[in-house]
């Protein structure tokens, strides 16, 4: 989802987590930030299956 924009030239920060991992399946978290950490642009989630 989006929140807000970025602009070329903007320095922006990716934190991503795992939330939960199981043996066939992990469930991740990202967030994207710019203005050194404090404006958050994007979020989103992601399953992912583990072979």
Same mark, same amino acid.
């Given at each position: ?12 920060? &990716? ?5 939960? @991992?199981?043996?066939? #399946? *992990?469930?991740?978290? &990202? ?5 050194? @950490?404090?404006?958050? #642009? *994007? ?9």
């Amino acid at each position: 989802m989006f929140v807000k924009t970025a602009f070329p030239g903007d320095i922006v920060t &990716v934190d991503a987590k795992t939330i939960r @991992s199981g043996k066939k #399946i *992990a469930f991740l978290a &990202v967030e994207l930030r710019k203005n050194d @950490s404090k404006d958050v #642009i *994007a979020h989103g989630q992601h399953t992912k299956y583990l072979l």
